[in-house]
Nanobody, 124 residues
Framework: QGQLVESGGGAVQTGGSLRLSCAASGYTTSITFMGWFRQVPGKEREGVAAIWYTTTTLYADSVKGRFTISRDNAKDTVYLQMNNLKLEDTAMYYC??????????????????WGQGTQVTVSS
């Protein structure tokens, strides 16, 4: 059974930057589709960004132009570079993975595997 391990969360002021990492290990078949989601207590989970293989990237409107998702196949790691962070970006961020591309990625339904999450807190 594989696992996803997130890192890179923390506290930052508005306008600052963070880079989240998600390392995948132990999967016997290739993971082709990976994504980042976030959730605030009491609210629904929100799809933030996704990447299929290394070139097809997808973003929520709320983060377009500020966040960049990328993937390093050699390290089996996906990254989320977050710039110009806003108060509303505060959430627990989760990495997700799937063996194949799935439609409606933002719902999370396409993803089979999930990490434990890393907290991002943005303050003024």
């Amino acid at each position: 059974q594989g696992q996803l391990v997130e890192s890179g969360g923390g506290a930052v002021q508005t306008g600052g930057s963070l880079r989240l990492s998600c390392a995948a290990s132990g999967y016997t078949t290739s993971i082709t589709f990976m994504g980042w989601f976030r959730q605030v207590p009491g609210k629904e989970r929100e799809g933030v960004a996704a990447i299929w293989y290394t070139t097809t990237t997808l973003y929520a409107d709320s983060v377009k132009g500020r966040f960049t998702i990328s993937r390093d196949n050699a390290k089996d790691t996906v990254y989320l570079q977050m710039n110009n962070l806003k108060l509303e970006d505060t959430a627990m961020y989760y990495c997700a993975a799937a063996r194949q591309y799935g439609h409606r990625w933002w719902t999370g339904e396409a993803f089979n595997f999930w990490g434990q999450g890393t907290q991002v807190t943005v303050s003024s």
